[in-house]
């Protein structure tokens, strides 16, 4: 069964006020802990700021916690198998921390804020939780991943957004040089899905010398994904473990 590596509950050093229920914690350090394990066998992380050192493997519980930037994070993949370049993930304003299940091969994201958890989760839990597991079965719940994937054209696009961008250059450079040197100012290149939408013989002069001097650049979207999975995981997924 796919599970998440908890240690047996340490009745020992149970508490109890913090949640109002019997609870151990893992992953302390002078800055405060990280993980709580309920004696109901559920596990939450409680932070989502970690400095590069605790950024790591907790053996406990077979989890890795590390960001986007660290050079030991693992290749990603989506559901159907498809690459998230680390680059996309640096591209939604900064990096992201990410919590990876070992076990599972399942990744989710740490985000600053503890709203945005799955109603599913008992409240006085998604109050201070930023991931969750339900415990021996159950995939971790965190927030979305951000990604900014470039859009992947046809070849039939390739052509036509080829075709206008030399026109547009074709027609510029038969312009008089009056006209020209008029245009000193940089210029925001189009987006490939805008240039798409770009008919030579309809565009505005003002579009052309754009395309003509600036040219097209890929165009991206963001998209956020509830998991993404390792290399391994994916395998699991595959094979229906």
């Given at each position: 069964m796919r599970k998440m590596k908890t240690p047996d509950f340490n009745y020992v050093f149970q508490c109890w006020d913090a949640y109002k229920q019997f609870h151990v914690t893992h992953g302390n350090s002078y800055r405060g802990k990280t993980f709580v394990q309920f004696d109901t066998g559920e596990v939450i992380c409680i932070r989502s700021i970690l400095k590069p050192n605790e950024r790591r493997y907790y053996s406990e519980l077979n989890v890795r916690i590390v960001g986007t930037t660290d050079d030991d994070m693992p290749k990603l993949y989506t559901k159907d198998g498809g690459e998230i370049l680390r680059t996309w993930l640096n591209s939604c304003g900064s990096y992201q921390?990410?919590?990876v299940d070992e076990c599972l091969g399942e990744v989710v994201r740490l985000d600053g804020r503890k709203t945005g958890l799955p109603a599913s989760v008992p409240e006085h839990k998604r109050d201070s939780a930023y991931a969750y597991w339900g415990g021996?079965?159950?995939s971790p719940m965190g927030h979305p991943i951000a990604a900014k994937i470039p859009?992947?054209?046809t070849?039939?696009?390739k052509r036509a957004v080829a075709k206008t961008v030399d026109a547009c250059r074709m027609w510029f450079e038969l312009q008089d040089e009056a006209f020209r040197n008029r245009f000193w100012d940089?210029?925001?290149p189009l987006t490939f899905l805008d240039a798409l939408t770009v008919d030579f013989n309809s565009a505005s002069d003002g579009t052309r010398v754009r395309i003509?001097?600036?040219?097209v650049v890929t165009s991206y979207a963001v998209e956020r994904?509830?998991?993404l999975y390792t290399a391994e995981g994916l395998a699991r997924l595959r094979m229906g473990l």
């Open positions: 921390t990410l919590l021996s079965g159950h859009y992947r054209p070849l039939e696009e940089a210029l925001t003509a001097k600036a040219g994904f509830e998991r």
